[in-house]
């Protein structure tokens, strides 16, 4: 597989390498033919970046696209080098469309605020089915509020510093981690579109019934999953 890298992912490759340099590891850019192991060339994959060392070696990959595709094309590859004793794969997100993003650091939320939040959500449900289901765009954003959270906490605690990070890049994050699986991923992804419309003016944007309902479960199970392996 390969691929053209843009100016920016060019940079970033070269501040990784640097990085790697100054901790010991050998570092190959771009490497071609037996600079990549036998296995990763038998997988028809060239990767930006291999930093090597005696203890482990990393399967660098660098990315500016803002979408779950690299990851889909990405899975079965990132198997099969993580199945090879010492080696690790990296995915490295340069995320263009991050700069507008927040200077400020974003609070993790706390466990119990985590459980409050889905306990007014759940009243929140109960009433709307009270009035013909007329506060869908709220529940809606509540959901995804709760969501991003427990993403943010699964993915950053424990960090000395948590980084500024778009809504789809703690998404593609939480699939890298493995706290959400790949179709859950492209669900949020799904979502996210709906959701930015709703926040950014075009309030009676409509969603189907069937995506708020796999939604706010989905919501339930994520809260769940962090409460219960605290």
């Known amino acids: 597989m390969t691929k053209t890298n843009t100016q920016r992912e060019i940079k970033k490759t070269r501040e990784l390498a640097r990085e790697y340099e100054k901790k010991g590891f050998t570092v190959s850019i771009e490497p071609k ?20 060392s005696q203890e482990e070696s990393y399967v660098i990959e ?10 889909r094309k990405l899975s079965s590859i990132v198997d099969a080098i993580e199945k090879k004793r010492g080696w690790h794969f990296i995915l490295v997100m340069t995320n263009p469309r991050d700069s507008s993003a927040a200077s400020a650091q974003l609070p993790i939320p706390e466990l119990e605020e ?27 954003l509540l959901a995804w509020s709760i969501i991003e959270g427990t993403l943010r906490m699964y993915n950053y605690s ?31 992804d ?21 995506s708020l309902q796999k939604l706010v479960k989905l919501c339930k199970s994520l809260v769940s999953e962090v409460v219960n392996n605290a």
């Open 33 to 52: 033919g037996k600079a990549i192991p036998a296995f990763i060339r038998d997988l028809n994959f060239t990767p930006d970046l291999i930093a090597k």
């Open 62 to 71: 660098v990315s500016s696209r803002d979408s779950l595709e690299s990851l």
């Open 114 to 140: 985590l459980r409050l939040s889905y306990k007014k959500l759940s009243n929140l449900i109960a009433l709307s089915s009270r009035y013909g289901n007329d506060f869908d765009q709220a529940i809606l």
């Open 190 to 210: 799904f979502i996210a579109d709906i959701r930015n419309r709703v926040a950014h003016g075009a309030v009676e944007t409509k969603i189907r019934d069937a």
């Open 158 to 188: 424990g960090r000395t510093k948590t980084p500024v990070r778009s809504p789809r890049s703690v998404v593609r994050d939480a699939v890298m981690y493995g706290f959400i699986t790949q179709k859950e991923g492209e669900f949020l």
